[in-house]
């Protein structure tokens, strides 16, 4: 089975270290058990005894430092990362996110030339340090343009900070916090660190109400000298949007871990559960909603890995990841709403038991397709990769599943965040004529659609300045690098073809729903509505397949994993 099962937990790793970091991650979460959990998190408790089980076992220190800073088993080793990131949703996403935070923080860290800097923080990491990522300010959100923190420069070379940031994970002890602002002169754009522990740091206040410390803090002349600067000018942007890059890839994974912990709580319950004298899990819509439910589930993962595989094979020429990795960041986690709402559904009042698992992924599920770059900036970051994507590919090497213990060096020495537009793809339709599948073929027809009204209803001018347009095309050009993505690992991990055929069933639906909205869309033309109408198919139902999946990859999680108590 493709999903994480903590009492099973059986992942390839090329060397043993990965796998202890995992199997005590695991341990550590079993040992405190689901109800201490749940007190903490009512209680908002700061995850102290979390923080030092990282400090003892170097966690921190094996996974967030790139290979020739460190320990001989430190790499950044995406593999790894992500089922890291996996296993800490899976018992809860403020456990994710102060790790998520220290990332972000580090990404402008490692991604900069100041070698002091780096020794410094490869040791601050072995000594159970946490990081901050000081990006965002209260009045600008996704608008960093307007970022108003200062670097005022001294006669003496030096320089004072003065400025505020809000909404800053592990703000409270971060042992560096990576701070995004402008040079006061200049105007330029500069990266620097600075100590949360430090006496010109005012840590103000936490704004949210829950176990993580997301701060508002302010400098006042906070003195900088150029040891504490990350970089300027254009290399400080860009180290702000490839840390992005590197960082909101974990948020699939974090709606993957949530996801299949309270799939297993879910299916639990109702499968156990009877009325009117049968088990829940008998009502035929029941079975539909869970069948919905692990199908999505397991495409997320199959996307959220094959998006890796690109990540970690990533180079100057080869730069597809970053139309994959926003996929990753909005489809996934997107597609984790819908897996959840489908579970709620079906346990309906246990869902909101203080005692259960469930209560908290019907939360915390919502933040990760808002949080670091909304739907909507992703979509319109996608959007860009259209033309070439659909009318422009070009050949390159196969790229294999990535589970080798290499050091993703390339993510931090990204280069220049522009041209976007000028990316090209492999051929996509390849993919998807490889399946001989009912449900990939039909979508593959409602593609097919879709690229014709491209090429022959195109959006005009007016409706490419139309972001609410652009949306609904959006949502269907990433449904389609989904498929493409799902297709490729689906054959690398040897799925059956009835799954994949259940998979596509939900995405053909899916595909006909965005081509609805697109048709509603106020500026939509007569062409493209007739187009739209064309992409409006049934899926291929077939009662064998369904049985099949029902009986023998759901059943079987009934029981299957229940959390310590
Ligand atoms: C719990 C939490 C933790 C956080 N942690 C951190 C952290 O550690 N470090 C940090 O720096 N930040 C952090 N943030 C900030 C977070 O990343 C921002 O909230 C997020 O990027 C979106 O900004 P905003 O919510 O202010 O939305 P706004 O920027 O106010 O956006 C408003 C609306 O405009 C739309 N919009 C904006 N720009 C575009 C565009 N270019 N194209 C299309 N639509 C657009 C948005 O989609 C949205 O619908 C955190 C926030 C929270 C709530």
């Known amino acids: 089975m493709i999903l994480l099962d903590p009492r099973n937990h059986d992942r390839n790793y090329p060397d043993e270290r990965s796998r202890e970091v995992m199997r005590k991650t695991i341990e550590f979460f079993e040992a405190k058990g689901l109800r201490r959990l749940k007190e903490d998190d009512r209680e908002r408790t700061w995850y102290a005894d979390f923080l030092e089980f990282v400090k003892k076992e170097r966690i921190f220190a094996t996974i967030l430092t790139p290979a020739g800073y460190g320990a001989p088993d430190s790499r950044w080793d995406t593999w790894r990362v992500c089922e890291f990131a996996e296993i800490l949703a899976f018992y809860g996403l403020h456990y994710w996110?102060?790790?998520?935070?220290?990332?972000?923080?580090?990404?402008?860290i490692w991604m900069s030339q100041n070698e002091a800097l780096k020794e410094r923080t490869a040791q601050l990491l072995e000594d159970g340090g946490i990081f901050a990522f000081g990006l965002s300010e209260r009045t600008h959100g996704a608008d960093v343009y307007s970022s108003e923190m200062q670097l005022v420069p001294q006669s003496d070379g030096?320089?004072?900070?003065?400025?505020?940031?809000y909404y800053i994970g592990n703000g409270n002890r971060a042992a560096l916090v990576s701070t995004f602002g402008k040079l006061s002169d200049s105007g330029d754009y500069v990266f620097f660190a600075v100590e949360s522990g430090h006496e010109r740091y005012e840590c103000i206040r936490n704004v949210v109400n829950s176990q993580s410390y997301v701060s508002s803090f302010a400098l006042h002349d906070y003195p900088i000298t150029e040891g504490d600067i990350l970089s300027k000018g254009r290399g400080a942007w860009d180290a702000a949007l490839n840390t992005v890059n590197v960082g909101k890839f974990?948020?699939?994974?974090?709606?993957?871990?949530?996801?299949?912990?309270?799939?297993?709580?879910?299916?639990t319950h109702a499968a156990n559960r009877r009325l009117y004298g049968q088990a829940v899990t008998d009502f035929p819509h029941v079975k539909q909603l869970f069948t919905d439910a692990y199908t999505r589930l397991v495409a997320m993962k199959l996307v959220a890995l094959r998006a890796a595989d690109y990540m970690r094979s990533a180079s100057s020429d080869d730069r597809r990841y970053l139309l994959y990795n926003p996929v990753v960041k909005m489809k996934v986690t997107t597609q984790g709403e819908d897996v959840i709402n489908h579970l709620w559904d079906v346990i309906a009042a246990k869902g909101f038991e203080r005692d259960t698992f469930f209560e908290m992924a019907a939360r915390d599920i919502r933040a990760l397709p808002k949080l670091e770059g909304t739907v909507h900036v992703n979509i319109a970051l996608i959007i860009k990769f259209m033309p070439n994507y659909f009318f422009n590919p070009v050949e390159y090497p196969d790229i294999p599943?990535?589970?080798?213990?290499?050091?993703?060096?390339?993510?931090?020495?990204?280069?220049?965040?522009?041209?976007?537009?000028?990316?090209?793809?492999?051929?996509?339709?390849p993919v998807f004529e490889s399946w001989d599948v009912p449900n990939v073929e039909r979508f593959r027809a409602q593609t097919a659609v879709f690229k014709e009204m491209l090429e022959h209803a195109t959006p005009g001018d007016s409706q490419a300045n139309d972001i609410d347009f652009l949306m609904a095309v959006g949502e269907i050009f990433t449904l389609v690098v989904y498929g493409q993505l799902l297709l490729e690992n689906a054959r690398i991990y040897e799925l059956e073809t009835s799954l994949v055929d259940q998979i596509f069933d939900v995405l053909v639906r899916d595909?006909?729903?965005?081509?609805?909205?697109l048709y509603g869309k106020p500026s939509s033309t007569p062409a493209q509505m007739e187009h739209c109408l064309r992409m409006i198919q049934k899926p291929v139902a077939d009662a064998a397949r369904y049985a099949e999946i029902w009986e023998e990859q759901i059943l079987p999680l009934a029981n299957r994993y229940e959390m310590n108590p």
């Open 97 to 108: 996110y102060t790790w998520q935070v220290s990332v972000l923080g580090l990404g402008p």
């Open 158 to 165: 030096s320089y004072l900070a003065n400025g505020e940031k």
């Open 250 to 267: 974990n948020l699939g994974w974090a709606s993957i871990g949530i996801c299949t912990h309270a799939l297993y709580e879910a299916f």
């Open 401 to 429: 599943r990535r589970d080798d213990g290499a050091n993703d060096d390339f993510l931090f020495a990204q280069g220049q965040t522009k041209g976007l537009g000028h990316i090209q793809f492999h051929p996509y339709e």
């Open 511 to 517: 595909f006909s729903s965005f081509a609805l909205q």
